[in-house]
């Protein structure tokens, strides 16, 4: 179980510089810090690594040099850091694209508690997870049209398309094999990796049969049970699934409590 979430910096003038860290109480020193950036430093490259500082297990991902965040969570020294990274990666993309006036700091706590979470989502919630980050479904849906395409066409396709923010193209293509969406391949003669689309994720709401049966039974007042009926039929004479509904459907689905 996860202990606390640090987001730090690299400043030429003062070196590593903590941005915002949860809970308040948490502490962790600079030495750390740095072993951390010279870790990510060797590598020089976006995504995660793991390392032990004593007592203290850190996972830690780096958003690339591109923009330069780090994005630490601090473990208990049984947990699996590998656990985490998908969550890790999920976490820095919406740290990123609330950069602005600093709304990203109102959202550690829930980020935190999301991450805290992450290892213990099923299948179906990580799917769900996968559909709502944007950049996965750009790639989805590219795949869906063609099948396959190049690694680095795919990557210049994305930097084009979306620009609110970095692409970790690798964390994301990982993510996306893990749950067996998509396959990387090469192919004799091809300069670039080739993607090919395996699999397809769809989403929908279906008619609460159980419940239209007997909606008092479920806890209904009796008095509102036909109303009950005639409101969830008129839905589904009209309903067509929607990207813009299937994300509302995905934003209770990744809350354990809800769930």
Known sequence: MPVGLVIMRW????GTEILAKYPEEIT???????QVYSTHEYSGEAGMISLMVGSLNIASYYTGPEKGYYILLLLN????????????????RIILQNLEDDSYL?????LFQRLAVY???NDEQRLAITYQDEIKRMIINRLREEGVVSKSELMVWLKDRYRQGFVD????????IKREIIKEASVKGMPSE???????IITLRIPPVILLKDPKDRGLPAQLSEDYRAEARKFFQTYRPSETDNLNIIE???KPQVY
């Open 11 to 14: 400043d030429e003038r003062v």
């Open 28 to 34: 962790i020193t600079d030495k750390t810090l740095m």
């Open 77 to 92: 020294i049984d947990d699996d850091p590998d656990a985490y990274e998908g969550g890790l990666a999920d976490v820095s």
């Open 106 to 110: 109102q959202m550690i706590p829930s």
């Open 119 to 121: 290892p213990t989502l």
């Open 169 to 176: 193209l690798e964390s994301v293509l990982i993510e996306l």
């Open 194 to 200: 080739l993607i090919f689309l395996t699999h397809d």
């Open 252 to 254: 209770a689905m990744i």
